[in-house]
Nanobody
Framework: VQLVESGGDLVLPGGSLRLSCAASGFLFNNANMNWVRQAPGKGLEWVSSISARGGSTAYSDSVKGRFTISRDNAKNTLSLQMNSLEPDDTAVYYC????????????RGQGTQVTVSS
């Protein structure tokens, strides 16, 4: 199983980033997928989820209206479009296959660093 995130960067407040996750080694189109994050000195935080077929999505209150999760089951990829980024969004972002709406996962990637700072 591999989940490989990319797209993290240093960005100014108010800026945008698009994270991607390439999945392999498991039945991606049968898996609910999540984005979770971990800020420095804090625990793992659930950010967003998308159901296996993409019909349902969910967002934490802290990112609702700013982030959009999507997936392409033909390409085994998961994405997170992040707009209006804030310093509090600074964290390592992980894609994870697991429980919808939760930080509980079966598989998780190594993460990609997002830093929002002026």
């Amino acid at each position: 199983v591999q989940l490989v995130e990319s797209g993290g960067d240093l960005v100014l407040p108010g800026g945008s980033l698009r994270l991607s996750c390439a999945a392999s080694g498991f039945l991606f189109n049968n898996a609910n997928m999540n984005w979770v994050r971990q800020a420095p000195g804090k625990g793992l935080e659930w950010v967003s989820s998308i159901s296996a077929r993409g019909g349902s999505t969910a967002y934490s209150d802290s990112v609702k209206g700013r982030f959009t999760i999507s997936r392409d089951n033909a390409k085994n990829t998961l994405s997170l479009q992040m707009n209006s980024l804030e310093p509090d969004d600074t964290a390592v972002y992980y894609c994870a296959a697991g429980v919808f709406g939760s930080t509980r996962y079966n598989y998780r990637g190594q993460g990609t660093q997002v830093t929002v700072s002026s």
